[in-house]
């Protein structure tokens, strides 16, 4: 049987998913504020935490940071009232694996935590973590640490971006299509677009060119997608 928490602020919303998912069968604990949320993720082992972006304490999004920096890996669903694309590539970046925008059909519900608990065990390693360091002009990317410096000085950066980065900067030259990005960052396993990539490029370019403006470094490829240049 599968343990699933849900960390959720309304009550209705919570209860709701815990009698769903207890017919599955799933063994079900609940939390309604974020840092209580994130003290019983820590504490018990769990095969999917299903975490709402807005919550007291700590939001959704802090959760999900401080969950993907310990070692343990565990699925984590999304939940949110938000519609903007920015906000669904926000959780994303932070390490989550899928969303759910509310309201939401329980059917729904029940595919994404049957898809997400089966990849629980037997996960993949990101062949990025394990990668070596990588040092270009005005660029050190350290992967064991997911830390980068730019011109000399520490620049933070989400999950996502690191591994866009990484992806790019240690193939100078090669022109990668949205696609392709998409499935070696998401693994195909979320409902992105080529926007999300867009996205993510536009908030790197911030961190790492003299000038977002007019980038010499990651470049766009007109009618294929992006490149990082041979520096």
């Known amino acids: 049987m599968n343990r699933v928490l849900v960390i959720e602020d309304e009550l209705d919303i919570a209860k709701l998913v815990q009698l769903h998912l207890q017919d599955l069968p799933c063994e079900v604990s609940l939390a309604f504020d974020g840092i209580v949320g994130l003290a019983e993720a820590e504490a018990k082992p769990y095969d999917l935490v299903i975490l709402d972006i807005k919550l ?18 565990t699925p984590i669903l999304m939940l949110t009232s938000k519609s903007s ?29 049957g898809a997400l608990t089966r990849r629980t065990r037997g996960i993949p390693v990101d062949p990025v ?11 050190e990317l ?10 000399g000085r520490d620049v933070p950066v989400t999950p996502h971006e690191f591994r866009l980065l990484y992806q790019l900067a240690s193939n100078r030259g090669v022109v990668f299509t949205r ?7 998401w693994h195909g396993e979320v409902f992105v677009t080529g926007r999300s990539v867009d996205t993510l490029v536009k908030r790197l370019r ?4 003299v000038d ?15 490149k990082f240049a041979d520096v």
């Open 56 to 73: 007291p304490g700590i939001d959704g999004l802090e959760v999900c940071r401080r969950l993907r920096a310990r070692g343990r890996y």
């Open 206 to 209: 911030k961190k790492i060119e």
């Open 129 to 139: 973590a394990q990668a070596g360091p990588l040092s270009l002009p005005g660029l």
């Open 179 to 185: 696609e392709r990005l998409l499935a070696e960052l």
């Open 142 to 151: 350290e992967p064991a640490k997911r830390s980068l410096r730019v011109r």
């Open 85 to 113: 694309e920015l906000d669904r590539v926000l959780g994303l970046e932070m390490g989550a694996d899928d969303y759910l925008t509310k309201p939401f059909s329980m059917l729904e519900l029940s595919a994404r935590v």
């Open 212 to 226: 977002p403006a007019d980038p010499q470094l990651i470049v766009t490829v007109w009618g294929d997608g992006y």
